[in-house]
């Protein structure tokens, strides 16, 4: 049955405007951005599939044009909206770290992160650069690596803090498997970029491990660094 002859109180759109976002489910969200079905199922139904067929909404998200055209019913023209609508959440929090101090604001940072590495199948290593109030004036991905090692070398670290004119850095990298402990290997890592920084007055502020939909991991947190 489509959406529209459902009752009023069980549509997801009215729904939102009564209730607000929080109160809908993921496949209730999706439905309202999807508007309609196919042929003998609803936009919600639609949307249940569209989650189940990729696992989440993280690997929605990351799914490729062909993955997802996959899906009866999607086409590059839906492709395209899903793929703006994340880049604008992207924006948005990198406009509110901008604006003010990224300390201040560390669930900004970590939405931020999550929504840019999380879902990303290789690992990669970013530089959040600020200034002196610790608002972002640049965020950088300086390596791409495989699944198990990337490579990082403290003088790019350093030149690209210096080219910026930074007063303070936050790392970030993801885990792909899925798990946000740091190696010992990430450990040290860290200890050598802070140490490399520090001899060109920069701070570094934080490291974090971005993992799947889970919490980003802070090393300052843990007294890592």
């Not at 990082?152 to 899925?178: D, F, M, Q, T, Y």
């Amino acid at each position: 049955m489509a959406i529209k002859h459902w009752p009023e109180a069980e549509r997801p759109r009215e729904r939102l405007i009564k209730q607000g976002a929080a109160t809908l489910s993921d496949a209730e969200l999706l439905a309202i951005f999807l508007r309609v079905g196919v042929k003998g199922a609803s936009a919600v139904d639609l949307a249940r599939t569209l989650l189940g067929h990729f696992g989440g909404l993280n690997h929605l998200f990351a799914a490729s044009a062909a993955g997802f055209a996959e899906i009866p019913g999607m086409g590059s023209a839906k492709y395209a909206q899903l793929q703006a609508v994340l880049e604008l959440a992207r924006r948005a929090l990198r406009e509110e770290i901008a604006a003010g101090d990224a300390l201040s604001s560390p669930r900004a940072v970590r939405d931020w992160l999550r929504l840019t590495l999380a879902s990303l199948p290789h690992e990669v290593f970013m530089v959040l650069l600020l200034d002196a109030q610790n608002r972002l004036l640049a965020a950088e991905e300086l390596f791409r690596g495989t699944l198990t090692q990337t490579s990082v070398h403290p003088r790019e670290v350093v030149k690209l803090a210096l080219a910026h004119n930074a007063a303070g850095v936050i790392l970030a990298h993801n885990h792909p498997s899925g798990v946000a402990e740091p190696s010992r290997a990430d450990e040290a890592l860290t200890q050598a970029l802070g140490q490399a920084l520090a001899l060109v007055e920069v701070k570094l502020l934080d490291h974090f491990i971005v993992a799947g939909q889970a919490e980003p991991l802070s090393f300052a947190e843990k007294g890592l660094i």
